[in-house]
Nanobody, 121 residues
């Protein structure tokens, strides 16, 4: 079984910065994809950014140029550096990994518990 633990959320003023982290632990053989999603009140969950094991990244248009996703494969950790935060970035942020287990080598879509980021208007 694999668990994801997120950290780094909180309250930040407009224009400020935060860095989120999400670390995986458990029966891990490999992690292909790592991503960050967010869900604002009354809205659907949306992709914020993703990164493959090869380092290819993709971003939502709304965060391009402000957010940067990176990963540390040795630590099974993904980061999201968020700069120039806006009130519309307020949401619960979730990490999402595609983890291949070291027990049965099946790939499992795994989610973190979510962390709230609030940017007041």
């Amino acid at each position: 079984q694999v668990q994801l633990v997120e950290s780094g959320g909180g309250l930040v003023q407009p224009g400020g910065s935060l860095r989120l982290s999400c670390a995986a632990s458990g029966s891990i053989f490999s992690i292909n994809y790592m991503g960050w999603y967010r869900q604002a009140p009354g809205k659907q969950r949306e992709l914020v950014a993703g990164i493959t094991s090869g380092g290819n990244t993709n971003y939502a248009d709304s965060v391009k140029g402000r957010f940067t996703i990176s990963r540390d494969n040795a630590k099974n950790t993904v980061y999201l550096q968020m700069n120039s935060l806006k009130p519309e970035d307020t949401a619960v942020y979730y990490c999402n990994f595609f983890v291949r287990s070291d027990t049965d080598y099946q790939e499992v879509d795994t989610w973190g518990q979510g962390t709230l980021i609030t940017v007041p208007s």
